[in-house]
């Protein structure tokens, strides 16, 4: 809270999400861990293609946070908000977990 109070610009609280990255020899070995992540709730998922032809599954997590704290120096939420959203932050990593 010391350091949210004496910031002079905007400050963000932000969670990311859980990201896997499987580089898979076939296409269809990408289909199918982007079936099994996607029926896992990992509805972020995807698979792309480069140039070279390498072809990555990401499995993605929709667990993320992100929520403006203050705008130019001035606190736009009190400090209890500050605490609650860092348990539903916590509570998103031990789901990401």
């Not at 990408?30 to 992540?37: E, I, R, T």
Request: net charge negative; aromatic share 6%; with cysteine.
């Amino acid at each position: 809270m010391t350091a949210l109070e004496k910031a002079a610009g905007d400050v963000v609280f932000k969670f990311e999400p859980f990201v896997l990255h499987v580089l898979c020899q076939e296409l269809q070995d990408a289909q199918l861990l982007h079936s099994v992540a996607v029926d896992s709730g990992f509805r972020n998922s995807g698979i792309t293609v480069g140039r070279g032809g390498k072809i990555t599954m990401a499995v993605r997590s929709t667990h993320c946070l992100e929520v403006p704290l203050s705008h130019k120096g001035r606190l736009m939420v009190s400090e209890e908000y500050i605490e609650f959203l860092v348990h539903v932050a916590n509570q998103k990593m031990e789901e990401n977990i």
